[in-house]
């Protein structure tokens, strides 16, 4: 049975906003083993909205040890066809400055000890990822954005993520590097996310919010843990906003997503 449509993965601060009622914890098993944490329901703007801290609510998970396949398989059996993704990035442009937001399209694996698939053991499928994210979905949370006129944030439509391994960070040369290849931003999660939502036939886009430029940048050295915290906890007030207003959107149209289809021609073992 759906119990929600639009699943939201973020920080643990994303569900606390006025306007959510209704609040449900579910614990849901899979056969991934739990996901990062309870998934909290609740109803926004009129629709269902399951959310889950992607981190655990105590931030007790590395990016290296999300239950990326949970999370994913937890909020497809509770019927999500959207996925919103809100995550802290590092910049990788000069005009991509902290507080600004993000709606990458594209994304660059720099992972290395996960598994970012549903199938093997007998399965083998391959699910076109040549447009990894649903553009309609990134649409609506892009004119969400819009729409709220943040003074201080510039919305950057489009951009590649380079999602990296972690817990450290990028090394000079490993940022520059990143540069020439026209990344955008950097963070440890999304790439991942994105892959296992396209195997679950789940539409899925980030909303990258840029606390810090990456240490290419001249400022990186001067920036203070203090700055970062600041700007993870504005960034979090401003996310709430977005994601309010791109659940009100969605509640009036839902759109049509390849993603939804994504396994039509994917699975080459023939299954009984
Ligand atoms: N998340 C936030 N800032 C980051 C950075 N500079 N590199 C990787 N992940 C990040």
Not at 25 to 38: I, Y
Not at 149 to 175: D, K
Request: charged share 20%.
């Amino acid at each position: 049975m759906t119990q929600a449509k639009i699943g939201i993965i973020g920080g643990s601060g994303l569900y606390q906003m006025e306007a959510l009622t209704d609040l449900e914890e579910v614990l849901v098993e899979t056969p991934f083993g739990s996901p990062s944490d309870l998934i909290i329901l609740g109803t926004l703007e009129g629709m269902r909205v399951a959310f889950l801290a992607r981190h655990g609510r105590d931030h007790k998970l590395l990016p290296s040890e999300l239950p990326y396949r949970a999370n994913i398989y937890a909020m497809k059996s509770l019927g999500v066809e959207y996925i919103i993704s809100a995550s802290a990035v590092g910049s990788l442009k000069s005009e991509v400055k902290p507080l600004d937001m993000v709606i990458p399209d594209q994304f660059i694996d720099r992972t290395k000890t996960r598994i970012s698939t549903f199938f093997g053991d007998g399965i083998v499928a391959h699910i076109g990822f040549g447009h990894p994210v649903c553009n309609q979905l990134a649409a609506v949370v892009g004119d969400a954005i819009s729409a709220l006129n943040f003074p201080e944030v510039t919305l950057h439509r489009g951009g590649t993520y380079i999602c990296m391994e972690g817990p450290a960070f990028s090394t000079q040369a490993e940022s520059n590097l990143y540069r020439s290849w026209g990344g955008t931003v950097i963070g440890m999660t999304n790439l991942t996310e994105a892959k296992l939502a396209r195997e679950a036939e789940i539409a899925y886009a980030t909303l990258a919010l840029v606390t810090d430029y990456d240490c290419w940048h001249p400022d990186h050295d001067h920036v203070t843990v203090d700055l970062v915290i600041d700007n993870l906890k504005h960034n979090a007030v401003n996310a709430q906003k977005v994601i309010q207003e791109t659940v009100k959107r969605l509640s009036q149209n839902m759109p049509e997503s390849e993603a939804h289809s994504a396994l039509k021609y994917a699975i080459l073992t023939p299954l009984a």
